[in-house]
């Protein structure tokens, strides 16, 4: 068991930005720690993800302006209980026994700071997602 949560740690990129002090709360600690890398390590399945979204959507999404795509984004996150189930679906799918035994104690705070985080991140590749 414990080979196996390490080698599900060390897949993860380190984000050397990234530094975790005494003073920060659990849930923010849990987000450097855990949830960024993750996200991180995920990117390119959470991109392809959205982009199946979009296409399923029938939405003109190549025709929307770059302001209504993030308003687009900004709605699927704030309505759409599904994707994001979905997407936290993808990154609670790589946590360790442990780190999940931390999420469901902050199971709230990590939930909005990991929408928060995926939102962001897609919203950063409006370019990628309009090929």
Do not use: C
Request: charged share 30%.
């Amino acid at each position: 068991m414990e080979n196996m949560k390490n080698n599900q740690t060390k897949l993860r990129p380190e984000i050397q930005s990234l530094k975790i002090t005494e003073s920060m709360s659990e849930e923010e600690k849990f987000q450097n720690k855990v949830l960024r890398p993750v996200i991180k390590m995920k990117h390119e399945i959470l991109i392809a993800h959205f982009k199946n979204y979009v296409a399923l959507s029938k939405r003109p999404w190549k025709e929307l302006s770059d302001s209504r795509k993030i308003n687009f984004i900004e709605n699927i996150f704030s309505r759409d209980l599904s994707f994001r189930n979905e997407v936290r679906g993808l990154v609670i799918g790589q946590f360790t026994l442990e780190e999940y035994s931390q999420y469901a104690k902050i199971l709230r705070g990590s939930n909005k700071r990991m929408n928060n985080i995926i939102k962001e991140r897609i919203m950063s590749h409006l370019d990628i997602l309009s090929q």
